[in-house]
C-alpha cells in the first residue's frame, strides 16, 4: 500500500518567518503535485514535479522533488497572511490512477 | 484555460429528494473525477470516468450515480441521501486517466443532507 506521509499536519507562525512542509515515502512515484486548498474552495494546484531532483519556484515558494522521487518539500520564504491555507501533496504513478493523498497542512500565518 | 466549473455552489436537500450536481471543462481532458472530501481530510476519490466511460467506482453508495454526457460534462446524480453524506463534493480533470497526469480541481459543491 502507499503512503504519503505529511508533516507537520498543523503550523501556525508570524508574518516574515520561514516554514517547510515535507512529504515523506517509501513508494517512488512518477509525478509529485501540491494544491493550496481554502476553506470552502476546491485544491488549486500549485506545481508539480516529475524530475528526481527538480526544483521548482513559485514566486516565495520552493518546491523540491527528492533525488529518489520518493519525497518533496515545499519551502516557503518570508510567509505572508495570504499563504494561510490547508496544504496537500498528492503522489501519482504509470500505473495508477489513483493519487494517493498526504494527509495535509494547516498552515496560519499571523500579521 | 485550466478552469473546472461545479454548478451548485451550495446544496441543501432532504434524505428523500433527488439532485443533480454538474461538474465542466473546456481543456480537452479525457479523464474526469468525482471527489468527497470531508473536513480537515483530504479528497476521496468516488469515480473516475476515462474517455466518456465509467473506469473506476470506488464502491460508492447506489445513492451517488454519476453520469458522463460528453467529453466535457459530468453529472453526479442524488437520491435518498443519508446526513453522512454532507460533504464537500469535488469534481477533477486530467490530461488521462494515468495517476502521473495532473488534476485540476472544480471549486466544489458544499452539500448538506437534512
Known amino acids: 500500500t502507499q503512503l504519503l506521509e505529511q508533516s507537520p499536519q498543523f503550523l501556525s507562525i508570524q508574518e516574515g518567518e520561514n516554514l517547510t512542509v515535507y512529504c515523506n515515502s517509501s513508494?517512488?512515484?512518477?509525478?509529485l503535485q501540491w494544491y493550496r486548498q481554502e476553506p470552502g474552495e476546491g485544491p488549486v494546484l500549485l506545481v508539480t514535479?516529475?524530475?528526481g531532483g527538480e526544483v521548482k519556484k513559485l514566486k516565495r515558494l520552493t518546491f523540491q522533488f527528492g533525488d529518489a522521487r520518493k519525497d518533496s518539500s515545499l519551502h516557503i520564504t518570508a510567509a505572508q497572511p495570504g499563504d494561510t491555507g490547508l496544504y496537500l501533496c498528492a503522489g501519482g504513478t504509470d500505473s495508477n490512477y489513483q493519487l494517493i493523498w498526504g494527509a495535509g497542512t494547516k498552515l496560519i500565518i499571523k500579521p | 484555460d485550466t478552469e473546472v466549473t461545479q454548478t451548485p455552489k451550495h446544496l441543501v436537500m432532504g434524505m428523500t429528494n433527488k439532485k443533480s450536481l454538474k461538474c465542466e471543462q473546456h481543456?480537452?481532458?479525457?479523464?474526469m473525477y468525482w471527489y468527497k472530501q470531508k473536513a480537515k481530510k483530504p479528497p476521496e476519490l468516488m469515480f473516475v470516468?476515462?474517455?466518456?466511460?465509467?473506469?473506476i467506482n470506488e464502491s460508492v453508495p447506489s445513492r451517488f450515480s454519476p453520469e458522463c454526457p460528453n467529453s466535457s460534462l459530468l453529472n453526479l446524480h442524488l437520491h435518498a441521501l443519508q446526513p453522512e453524506d454532507s460533504a464537500l463534493y469535488l469534481c477533477?480533470?486530467?490530461?488521462?486517466?494515468?495517476?502521473?497526469?495532473?488534476?485540476?480541481f472544480g471549486p466544489g459543491t458544499r452539500l448538506t443532507v437534512l
Open positions: 481543456m480537452g481532458h479525457r479523464a
Open positions: 477533477a480533470s486530467s490530461q488521462d486517466w494515468q495517476g502521473r497526469n495532473e488534476q485540476f
Open positions: 470516468y476515462s474517455y466518456e466511460k465509467l473506469s
Open positions: 514535479v516529475v524530475t
Open positions: 513508494s517512488v512515484f512518477s509525478s
